[in-house]
């Protein structure tokens, strides 16, 4: 049974800074792509990042130069470093395994003063 959990979100000021992770389990994890995907209200979910198995990255618009994407294969582990956070950030942050039905349960990530 695969599962993938997603930690880290919560509320943080425009500008600051917040790390999440998703551990999976039940799965090869190292050989998928992995992406983080995002839902703010009334809106379509989106891509973010997306990491492949062997490390390549890729990004929305909207996040270049400010998130980043990374893995830990040892710790079937995927990462997204968001920093200088905007409040057009806010949403639920989703993992997933790219080409599959898996998706996490998603956590909130509130950017607000």
């Known amino acids: 049974q695969v599962q993938l959990v997603e930690s880290g979100g919560g509320l943080v000021q425009p500008g600051g800074s917040l790390r999440l992770s998703c551990v999976a389990s039940?799965?090869?994890?190292?050989?998928?792509?992995m992406g983080w995907y995002r839902q703010a209200p009334g809106k379509e979910r989106e891509l973010v990042a997306q990491i492949t198995s062997g490390g390549s990255t890729n990004y929305a618009d909207s996040v270049k130069g400010r998130f980043t994407i990374s893995r830990d294969n040892a710790k079937n582990t995927v990462y997204l470093q968001m920093n200088s956070l905007k409040p057009e950030d806010t949403a639920v942050y989703y993992c997933h395994i790219v080409t599959t039905s898996y998706w996490g349960q998603g956590t909130q990530v509130t950017v607000s003063s």
């Open positions: 039940g799965t090869i994890f190292s050989i998928y792509t």
